[in-house]
Every structure is written in structure tokens, then in C-alpha cells.
Nanobody, 125 residues
Framework: QVQLVESGGGLEQPGGSLRLSCAASGLTDDFWCMAWFRQTPGYRREGVGK???????EYADSVKGRFTISKDNANNILYLQMNGLKTEDAAMYYC???????????????????WGQGTQVTVSS
């Protein structure tokens, strides 16, 4: 069972940057996909972006060019670098994982079976 712990959320001004981290334990499979999702109250969880062990990435249109996902494989930490933050980026951000990677086709919540507890991002001046 993969366990995920997010950190790095906080308050940032519009136009600012934040980097979220997701520490993964139990991720022993060589073929994996990990992703970031976000959720605001009253709305369903939406995919932000994903990174798979093949190196492939996918981003939601709303964050393309501003957000970047990367992974420190030595330490099993997934990152989400968020630049050019907008007020609409404010949400609870969740890290997710699925092994093996061939089970993941898109950036949909149902494709992932391991989830972190979330970290809150607030964007406000």
C-alpha cells in the first residue's frame, strides 16, 4: 500500500509561487503514475497534472505553462511547482498514486487508489 503525505501549502499572493511536496512510501513498483488533484468546497476533485514513470506528463489546460510536476526518485518525493498563481488556484491539493502505470489513461480521480490527506493553498492579496 502506497502512503502519501503532502506539504508545502500556504498563503501566497496572486502572481506568486509555491512548491508542494508529496512524500511517498511503499512505492516500490517500477511502473507508476502520480498526480496532483485539487478541490474547492462544493466542487468535485479535478486533476491538475500527472507524471508517470515513463516520463510522460499531462496537465490541465488551466495550469499549463504555470505548473510543473517533477519527482525526486531517490527520495520518492513528488513536487508541484506552481508559478503565476491566480486566485482560482486556491484549493485543497491532493497527491495521488497508482501502480501499475498502465491502469492510468487520463487525469481522472477514479484512476488513482492511493491518496494523501491534502494541503491547503490560499491565493489572496
Amino acid at each position: 500500500q502506497v502512503q502519501l503525505v503532502e506539504s508545502g501549502g500556504g498563503l501566497e499572493q496572486p502572481g506568486g509561487s509555491l512548491r508542494l511536496s508529496c512524500a511517498a512510501s511503499g512505492l516500490t513498483d517500477d511502473f507508476w503514475c502520480m498526480a496532483w488533484f485539487r478541490q474547492t468546497p462544493g466542487y468535485r476533485r479535478e486533476g491538475v497534472g500527472k507524471l508517470c514513470s515513463s516520463g510522460s506528463t499531462e496537465y490541465a489546460d488551466s495550469v499549463k505553462g504555470r505548473f510543473t510536476i517533477s519527482k525526486d526518485n531517490a527520495n520518492n518525493i513528488l513536487y508541484l511547482q506552481m508559478n503565476g498563481l491566480k486566485t482560482e488556484d486556491a484549493a485543497m491539493y491532493y497527491c495521488a498514486a497508482r501502480v501499475p502505470s498502465y491502469l492510468v489513461r487520463n487525469l481522472e480521480e477514479y484512476e488513482y487508489d492511493s491518496w494523501g490527506q491534502g494541503t491547503q493553498v490560499t491565493v489572496s492579496s
